[in-house]
């Protein structure tokens, strides 16, 4: 052992891709490497050393000086390259932020202040981002929320009308694990294929990785795969899975050419339709044509898809003929009209008769996280409660842009006409809106309309470099904490590796100071502090078990508890089908409503009573699609979780000259002369970008891939971003009336060589500090 070795400390750690331990010296992290969980964790682990320590930290409270000096009020030029920040000690800053809390809470009440804040931020049962600002504001007198996901906000506003709640969290916490699926699937068809990457990652992180071993144990035991994707890497090369590349966004129409088969052929279950749904008939004969004229055929189908008529017929047929598992990925949702493959995915499982079967009917989120299908924890996990939001005011997350610009307007949502709150404040923590919304333009000039923007961050991200007030914040590495993800195998200790950077400090305490400067830190801390939460939180949770457990300092000392009662093989809608009378759904019917009345009464022309096919404008083929004739995905990054740690050494060991990667298929690169390696120009009329080439064959033609996350950079006059992030180009328009979800997995644009030299990215330097 050298002298080195001798100094250097190794700490498990958790995040929410992967288990794994930092290796620290003299305070720092200096690498990763696999833990007593994990021997295998995912190679996003290896961003963290950079991360951490890397020059965008916020190192200390910091105030733009525009509003430090003019006060608080609207700014078109709040977030422009160029705004300079006031670095200034905790005191300051936190009583410049009470007195600006207090007066918008005075002047224009609770809902004026928006504490939606969604975002991953970082695992961590204790501090986590959110439920820390929730609960905060939810002391002060509550806030302006959001509802929903950017996930699969269709899957949670339209599946409770379709399945109920109950049928709800079923499909999301308790799918048939890929043991499960070994052993009783035969057929899996999948909409959205089932990305390896994407199952690196579970929400509060997972003990060990479960979902590639899965997979690969399923394609061993016989289990056979069609993947409906524009990606042929949306399946690992194990599951020699058929790769069938329908046009994006044409699921749909797939869907209704299957269930015309099965009616066609005489192969649809009648006895299943008629005892478990209601509105079969409905759909039946808008599937044959008999409603508006138009038979939904496999031919019908392939010109809207291009994928043969005899291919699909071929599917309908061997879908029929054994157990399949219909599985929708989230990412066919997270489009205009994001709700019809959801519910067609449905009626298509519904006339296979399968429902309720083992591994059989219908699923949503394989291949779309780690913890998805990897068991359920039915007793929960700790967890710091949030209290209660004494204001009743609220808005559909992706709909936030919308929401700063048009206050007082009304808008649909689910059957209801509320109208927009007028924001005077904005508190973000752990999440980064300019990563993740659509039309990062259109975002800017909605933060350019309220008085007071709070950002609290770890690092200098797009949305800190638009806050007013930004406070930094620990990370994980800094601080104590207890992990764990819903399905998990262990509820973990997080121990702190590392002292915090600069000035950071823990949002517990800074809620904690804040509250007590608005006369309420008993109310938010309740007599404890942090290290009193996380025993309270973990004996909260071991109360609900009557086996022995081991009680915290032990837990602590051990590292881990096993999660006691953790079931993993489920049958979705089992007890359903066993009884149905018995066991009712929670729709109004109590059946599967493959037509729903309630949803039919809204009138929504983008969302009417039953599974339709609706032409959505971002597609190859369309009017649009002459101008900007390129359809790009984007999906989720091989590099990273979203925007974290993008300067990390992972992260930008797959970028290509500097920028985001962007991959084409050689066809089309070659009629647009352009190269492997080069810069090009990504653009449409609602902005443009630069993205580095990578030609490939991974993806169809017609199709450009450039994934979500790489740090958002406007500092060039000449283009919206000059580091690649694709929401510079997506559309910020709402699924439908009924979910108002995210529609920016797809975008239609042109992509040209950038002829010279390309403005540099300088997104990964800080922005200008000032001290007075
Ligand atoms: N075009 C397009 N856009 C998309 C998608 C898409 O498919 N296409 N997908 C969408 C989806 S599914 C999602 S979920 C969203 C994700 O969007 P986000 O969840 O907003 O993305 P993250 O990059 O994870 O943002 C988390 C932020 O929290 C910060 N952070 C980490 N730890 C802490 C902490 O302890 N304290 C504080 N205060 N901050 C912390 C990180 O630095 C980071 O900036 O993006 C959506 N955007
Ligand atoms: N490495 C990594 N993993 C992640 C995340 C991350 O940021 N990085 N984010 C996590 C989060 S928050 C979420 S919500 C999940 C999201 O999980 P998903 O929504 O499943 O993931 P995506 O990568 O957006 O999309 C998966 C694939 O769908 C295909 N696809 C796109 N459009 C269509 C279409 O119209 N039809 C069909 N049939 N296929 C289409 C694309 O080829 C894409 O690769 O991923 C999670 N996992
Ligand atoms: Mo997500």
Redesign the pocket.
Known sequence: MDRQDEQTTSHPTSSH?GTYDVLVAGGRVVGVRPGADDEDPPP?SRNTPGAQHHETRVAAPAVRRRWLDGGPGPDPVRGTPGDEYVEVDWDTALDLLAAELDRVRREHGNAAIYGGSYG?ASAGRFHHSQSQIHRFLNTVGGYTRSRNT???ACVEVLMPHVVGMGGLADLLERAPTWEAVARHTELVVT???L?L??T??ASGGRTRQTAAAGMRTAAEKGVRTVS????RD?TIEEMGAEWLA?D??T?TAVQLALMHTLFDEGLADFGFLDRYTVGADILRRYVMGERDGVAKTPEWAEDLCRLPAGALRDLARRMAAGRTLVNV????Q??RFGEQPLWGGVALAACLGQIGLPGGGFATGY???GNYAGGSTPSGLPRFLQGANPVDSAIPVARVADMLLHPGEPFDFDGRRPTYPDIRLVAWSGGNPFHHHQDLARLTRAFGRPDTVLVVETHWTATARHADIVLPSTTALERDDIAASQGDLRVRTMPRAVPPHGLARDEYDVYADLAERLGVRGAFTEGRTSQGWLRRIYEDWRARYTGPIPDFDAFWAAGGVDIPDRVEDTTLFGGFRADPDAHPLGTPSGRIELYSETVASFGYDDCPGHPVWLPAPERIGTERARRWPLLL?A????G???SQQDMGSYSRSLEIADRARLRMHPGDAAARGIDDGEVVRVRNDRGSLLAGVETSTQVRADVV?LS??AWYDPSSGEVTCVHGNPNALTPDIGSSALSQGTTG??VLVEVERYEGEPPPVRVFAPPRLITR
């Open positions: 891709w996003i991953w950017y996930s699969h909409f959205g294929g990305r990457s994407n690196w990652n409906v994707s524009p990606l949306d329908a994006p966004g699921d990925g989230w990412s066919v997270r489009t291949g779309s996280t995905i999906n989720q990054p091989r990273r979780l979203h891939q979500t996350g997995q797809h």
